[in-house]
């Protein structure tokens, strides 16, 4: 695989990794980089949100039973709209739409599925906590280059040919796999593009931080209980860190590293993440990063959703304490 140095172009990135594979058409590319032009309309809206009267629920719910925000649907209707029109995909699944999006004539469908939750954490933004836009990929699997179908989307996250997210923050970043180590840019609004800033980024084995709400411990499995209370043991030097963003949780831990634990809990028994444009984009990018993401039982990579928002649990981090998680919660 082909090194790059710290300040190289996104756009640079693409073409160069393409050359690897002479068989490609181009769509691929054209994709991630409408995802970035994407990410960049929604940092911009979300730096100026409280100038444009854009804080606050819209007053309806979605699907997931949530109230929607403003950002939500500025965020879900920016990257359906660069995404539609460059025949690219031929099925847009978001947290947003109880349904699948066909791409709408008189749009050419293309080879690939796009999976994304918009804009998760979207309730912070009025308190300037990190939020973003999650995703992942998979290359269309039924035949013609008509609109897909559902064997196109429910099936193994060990389909995926592409993951990532968007985090906006103190500064906007994109991490990004394509299945081969995973690469953080960082969007440089002077010139409105995304730079290499995070180059090959590798999790540990193990790590010393925990990311969890214990404000719902009560809920939580006896073995999961008695797992956080030894690692709380002062001698083990043991922190803390909860953002309450997925997205931001998980940024910090995949930079600086840690655990990020999602149980079940008497009111959401087989979880609440979504698994498809959740869980699967995080596990994509951890797996390549040399960390692990369970469900408690299994691999969330290996799973295969029966519904487009289908939920899991998520224990995902770095190897060895994802592992120690799964052992205590099976013993």
Known sequence: MQQFEEG????????????????????????????ALAGKLVSARVNRAGLAGMFGATGSMNIQGEYVQKMDLYANETFKRALEHAGVVCMIVSEEEEAPIFVPPPFRHGNYVFCMDPLDGSSNIDTNAS?????????????????????????????????????????????????????????????????????????????????????????????????????????????????????????????KGGVFLYPPTEKAPKGKLRLLYEAFPLAYLVENAGGAASDGTMAILDKTPASIHERTTLFIGDRDNVEEIVRALNT
């Open 8 to 35: 190289t172009t996104l756009d640079r990135f693409l073409l160069e990794t393409m050359r690897e594979h002479p068989e490609a058409t181009g769509q691929f590319l054209t994709l991630l980089k409408q995802v």
């Open 131 to 255: 939020i973003g836009t999650i995703f992942c990929v998979f290359r269309r699997a039924s035949e013609g280059d008509g609109q897909g179908d559902a064997s196109d989307v429910l099936r193994s996250g060990r389909d995926i040919v592409a993951a990532g997210y968007v985090v906006y923050g103190a500064g906007t970043v994109l991490v990004l796999s394509t299945g081969r180590g995973v690469q953080g840019f960082t969007l440089d609004p002077t010139v409105g593009e995304f730079f290499l800033s995070h180059s090959d980024i590798r999790l540990g084995a193990s790590s010393r931080t925990y990311s969890c709400n214990e404000a719902y411990a009560a809920q939580w499995d006896p073995r999961l209980r008695a797992w956080l209370e030894r690692v709380k043991e002062p001698s083990l030097g043991w922190s803390a860190r909860y953002i309450g963003s997925l997205v931001g949780d998980f940024h910090r831990n995949l930079v």
